[in-house]
């Protein structure tokens, strides 16, 4: 059985960091796209980063390359999200999510609906 487990969330001042990390197990994370996604108002999901399953290639959108960074530990079976230079419009409830064999197209990250398996979510705060 799959399971995504996010942890790290908590509050943050602006400009601060947060690492989250996602525990996952059922899976073998070298087959498995992942991404990172959070939840917008409207609960609109927003790709933040993602792992092309084919070759381990990291993309990010545009609101989160140069601050974010998203990392895999295949021993550990882990993803995470180091998040710096936090903004007043990071916070959000972040969820890991995984798909055998998903590639990405066009430097983009998968929409939500390509993903089948999802954890639970994490929430992240900015306040000063």
């Known amino acids: 059985q799959v399971q995504l487990v996010e942890s790290g969330g908590g509050s943050v001042q602006p400009g601060g960091s947060a690492r989250l990390t996602c525990q996952a197990s059922?899976?073998?994370?070298?087959?498995?796209?992942v991404g990172w996604f959070r939840e917008l108002p409207g609960k609109k999901l927003e790709a933040v980063a993602c792992?092309?399953?084919?070759?381990?290639?990291?993309y990010y959108s545009y609101r989160a390359k140069g601050r974010f960074t998203m990392s895999v530990d295949y021993v550990r079976n882990t993803v995470d999200l180091q998040m710096n230079s936090m903004r007043r419009d990071d916070p959000a409830l972040y969820y890991c999510?995984?798909?055998?064999?998903?590639?990405?197209?066009?430097?983009?990250?998968?929409?939500?609906?390509?993903?089948?398996?999802w954890g639970q979510g994490t929430q992240v705060t900015v306040s000063s």
């Open positions: 999510a995984a798909e055998e064999g998903l590639g990405v197209v066009s430097g983009e990250c998968p929409r939500d609906w390509s993903y089948d398996e």
């Open positions: 059922g899976l073998d994370l070298k087959a498995y796209g």
């Open positions: 792992i092309d399953s084919r070759d381990g290639r990291i």
